[in-house]
């Protein structure tokens, strides 16, 4: 969707067809929403320009149309973005003058049509400018088509003023986002609630997020980046807020007390229970998923009906019929599919034969066996962001370094040999870091990694890269002399035969 931005500067907006279906008050209301989501959007991108018109069309003033145009096709309620190449009076003779300026090389060669519409009173009829315009590019076409023309020449025709085009844009359609209320989307990072997060912007529902975390911070991380790209792309007019859950002791709850073929269902009756908890707090009057029929084994029509039995908020499913292939089409469209294929999978639950066709009433007596206390202290430490406010380095920073080793991870020691030599912590893999940046699509992706350098600098930067492609990797925070102190102030319990504190267990 390409605009040049030459030789207009004018687009001219059309809301959705849907619009014209609705009453005079409520397509008043509407309109109000998408202007000021319509500003919003402008402006985010830095591109504040003057809006004119009302009702059926709105015109905004633009010295860079092209990238005005792209900013507008994502405005949901926006039917289409057209550019115009000549304004003239509403007068036969000046629109042919202007027409033929506009468009004897956009149609040398070519087979063309013209198109001409009218709204108010004029001493011509839309066939007479039709007319006369064909037969003054007729000498630079190939001929007049009106059945396949290649070139279609649009007049519009509003009271004193004609407005000539070649181009239409599509808009993304639907409502404006917030004239329908707000919902609470449960996000994974994957593809699936992603798309089910943009579909239900495109019914006007403005959206906030619920993520449960299973994963720790880099997981968290990855996550908010999806729904980042969702906010600043997508969600004009509204501020989505993002609230992370540690579902840590959640989980182990769940693990505790229920059957094992029922956890995947479990799991999704109390990260519907969170949701309804953060709804309370945002306002969100449904919640929202990535659920496919069948397309898992807890995604079956039956555990469906017996997750959604526990919920006291209606449950949104956009996705409920989609096929992968087309979700993963849309996650492309719309900017997060790349991001969304990272994502690291935690599946923390993985029974050998899940429950596929669950009752509502055996679910409720698994649930019941649970301590819910555990799930609202979680949802008591929720952590909140504002998407939109949140700067790169703030998406990227806070996940970059850790403090500890975590169990399991393997060591990556960035010092230069000699240092490596004089001192590296005991079972560290030692690697410099322009060769580990090439080369470490060949280490385990399942695997957590924790890499160190002096300053712990050049090993932030790695650990990013490495992040972006979907491994989670951390820098120690303030290189090797933190690393030592934190090796010297370990439990005795952890200190080797040599000495020195071996690897966390």
């Known amino acids: 969707m390409k605009v040049t931005d030459a030789p207009f500067a004018l687009l001219m907006v059309r809301p959705s067809a849907e619009f014209t279906l609705k009453s005079n008050r409520t397509r008043r209301r509407l309109q109000q929403a998408l202007i000021h989501n319509l500003t919003d959007a402008l402006e985010s991108h830095g591109l504040t320009y003057p809006i004119s018109g009302a009702w059926n069309t709105y015109f905004v003033e633009t010295t860079a149309p092209g990238e005005a145009a792209e900013v507008l096709c994502r405005v949901a309620g926006i039917g289409s973005i057209v550019p115009i190449a000549r304004v003239s009076r509403a007068e036969v003779d000046e629109i042919v003058r202007a027409g033929v300026e506009a468009f004897a090389e956009v149609v040398q060669g070519k087979r063309f049509a013209v198109r001409a519409r009218r709204t108010g009173t004029h001493p011509f009829r839309s066939r007479d400018v039709e007319v006369a315009l064909g037969a003054g590019l007729r000498p630079f076409a190939q001929k007049v088509d009106l059945t396949q ?212 009433e055996t679910l409720d007596r698994e649930m019941a066996k649970i301590d819910l206390g555990v799930l609202h202290r979680a949802v008591e430490r929720v952590e909140e962001y504002d998407l939109r406010s949140l700067s790169t380095s703030e998406v990227v920073l806070p996940y970059l370094f850790t403090e500890t080793i975590p169990s399991g991870a393997e060591i990556i020691d960035c010092q230069p040999e000699s240092a490596y030599r004089q001192w590296h912590y005991p079972g560290a893999r030692h690697m410099d870091p322009w060769d580990l940046l090439k080369q470490f699509s060949q280490l385990d992706r399942n695997r957590v990694y924790v890499l160190y350098c002096p300053q712990g600098l050049q090993t932030a930067y790695v650990a990013e890269v490495m992040q972006r492609a979907g491994y989670e990797a951390y820098s120690f925070k303030g290189g090797t002399p933190a690393l030592r102190t934190y090796c010297e102030n370990k439990p005795a319990a952890a200190v080797g035969a040599s000495g020195q504190p071996g690897e966390e267990a």
């Open 149 to 360: 023309p290649e070139v279609t020449v649009h007049v519009d025709i509003q009271d004193s003023r004609a407005f000539l085009y070649a181009e239409t844009l599509r808009g993304l359609g639907g409502l404006p986002i917030g004239s329908q209320g707000k919902a609470l989307v449960l996000i994974s990072g994957g593809f699936d609630s992603a798309v089910a997060a943009w579909l239900i912007m495109r019914r006007g529902v403005a959206v906030d997020y619920v993520f449960c975390n299973l994963g720790g911070k880099a997981y968290e991380r990855a996550v908010i980046q999806v729904a980042k790209v969702l906010a600043d792309n997508w969600s004009y007019g509204t501020h989505p807020r993002f609230y992370s859950i540690d579902f840590t002791d959640v989980i182990i709850e769940m693990r505790q007390k229920t059957r094992s073929s029922y956890w995947q269902i479990v799991l999704k009756r109390l990260m519907y229970g969170a949701g309804s908890l953060v709804a309370r707090r945002s306002g969100a009057v449904a919640l929202v998923t990535g659920e496919s029929i069948g397309q898992v084994s807890s995604q079956t029509l039956k555990n469906l009906a017996a997750i959604e039995a526990g919920s006291d908020l209606p449950i949104l499913r956009p996705l409920l019929t989609y096929d992968k292939e087309d979700i993963i089409h849309l996650a492309r469209r719309i900017g997060t599919a790349t991001l969304s294929e990272r994502v690291r999978e935690y599946c923390a639950l993985t029974p050998d034969h899940p429950v596929t066709g669950a009752s509502p």
